[in-house]
């Protein structure tokens, strides 16, 4: 059974800056897409950046510049580092991974992590 796991979020002033983990975990095959959406209260889930088994990386235009998404050696934890925070970056950040495996194709979501942009 695959896992994601995420941590990070919080409350932060407009300007700072926060590290957001996503670790996948339960399966012997390799994982492929991994990255991040957010949904603001009131608004759809969007995309926030992505990252392809290989390397290719994606960025929404409202982060470009100010959000770094990043992935370890095993592929396995991703990392969005945000930096220049604005109060509309507040929303809950999802963790989203494609799992790729001999019988077939699956999306995966983590539970969620509130990020909070606020004087």
């Known amino acids: 059974q695959v896992q994601l796991v995420e941590s990070g979020g919080g409350l932060v002033q407009p300007g700072g800056s926060l590290r957001l983990s996503c670790a996948a975990s339960?399966?012997?095959?390799?994982?492929?897409?991994m990255g991040w959406y957010r949904q603001a209260p009131g608004k759809e889930r969007e995309l926030v950046a992505t990252?392809?088994?290989?390397?290719?990386?994606d960025y929404a235009d409202p982060v470009k510049g100010r959000f770094t998404l990043s992935r370890d050696n095993a592929k396995t934890t991703v990392y969005l580092q945000m930096n220049s925070l604005k109060p509309e970056d507040t929303a809950v950040y999802y963790c989203?991974?494609?799992?790729?495996?001999?019988?077939?194709?699956?999306?995966?979501w983590g539970q969620g992590t509130q990020v909070t942009v606020s004087s």
């Open positions: 339960g399966s012997i095959f390799s994982f492929n897409a």
């Open positions: 989203h991974v494609i799992h790729r495996t001999p019988w077939g194709v699956n999306a995966y």
């Open positions: 990252v392809t088994s290989g390397g290719s990386i």
